[in-house]
């Protein structure tokens, strides 16, 4: 909450990344190497001491961390390249038609609007489906924005979801 309240007062982003190591509370935890800078666009308290928000986010590598006084983990990182915008090729046709299923059927999915490039594709299919967190984080890790498409394709294929 600390943490939230001071990103929407300063206007300053902040990082999410899995954990590797550690527990969320308490102890620090070792976050994966690398994760998403997030920063507020709205926020609403949808029930006392919770938030929902809608928000933009680059990747990151998380360069360092350390344990702050309020036990926040604050760290050094470096803005990963954002991936160049590639149209989407015919064969991931079926990877956006699924996205437009979920984005028409679950609107507060904050997938509209959608875009036909391969990276965001990518990335908002690793989001919604039901991956395993060490599937979603390597796919968060590639910097092709083919391979995680065509590794998605398969899955949901086998899933009959395409």
């Known amino acids: 909450m600390d943490m939230t309240a001071a990103c929407l007062r300063d206007r300053e982003p902040f990082g999410i990344c899995p954990i590797c190591s550690g527990k969320e509370v308490g102890l620090p935890a070792q976050p994966a190497e690398v994760g998403t800078l997030a920063w507020i666009r709205a ?5 006392t ?23 926040l983990c604050m760290g050094r990182l470096t ?7 590639m149209p989407l090729d015919a064969g991931f046709a079926p990877c956006l038609r699924l996205l437009q299923a979920v ?13 036909d ?7 908002r299919l690793a989001e919604i489906l039901p991956l395993r967190l060490e599937v979603r984080q390597a796919l968060l890790e590639m ?6 498409l065509q590794i ?11």
């Open 79 to 85: 803005l990963k390249p954002e991936e160049p915008p």
């Open 143 to 148: 910097n092709d924005g083919r391979m995680p």
């Open 103 to 115: 984005a028409q059927r679950y609107p507060e999915a904050g997938l509209v609007p959608l875009r």
């Open 49 to 71: 001491a919770s938030f929902s928000f809608r928000w933009r986010g680059q990747r990151i590598v998380v360069e360092e961390t350390r344990l702050v006084a309020n036990k």
């Open 152 to 162: 998605l394709l398969d899955f949901m294929r086998r899933q009959r979801l395409a």
């Open 43 to 47: 926020a609403d308290v949808t029930q």
């Open 117 to 123: 490039e391969m990276p965001w594709v990518g990335f």
